[in-house]
């Protein structure tokens, strides 16, 4: 899934940098200006992009965040539907 998310990213002509961790995403933030939009695909319980989310949120608040998941079992959609959610928007 990611791979596509890249590919179709690419296609329209923006820069991706991938990142293979939440630690990884942080260090490549903190190096790079040009970064105008965060992507965190969390694919199982062990990864917390919510996580990943509130630490982005610490140094850049302004960054806009794209977090999804394919895993919607039991509550776990609970926390991620309490924060502030923004509708995409159309110009």
């Not at 899934?1 to 923006?14: C, R």
């Not at 319980?45 to 965040?65: F, K, M």
């Not at 999804?68 to 924060?83: C, I, K, L, Q, Y």
Request: net charge negative; proline share 4%; no cysteine.
């Amino acid at each position: 899934m990611l791979m596509g998310i890249v590919a179709i990213l690419e296609d329209l002509g923006h820069t991706v940098v991938p990142a293979t961790s939440g630690s990884d995403t942080l260090g490549k933030l903190r190096s790079r200006s040009d970064i105008a939009l965060g992507y965190s695909l969390s694919r199982d319980a062990q990864d917390d992009g919510l996580q990943l989310v509130d630490s982005i949120r610490q140094e850049w608040q302004d960054l806009p965040i794209l977090l999804a998941t394919s895993n919607v079992a039991g509550s776990d959609h609970r926390p991620a539907s309490a924060r502030k959610a923004l509708h995409p928007r159309t110009t």
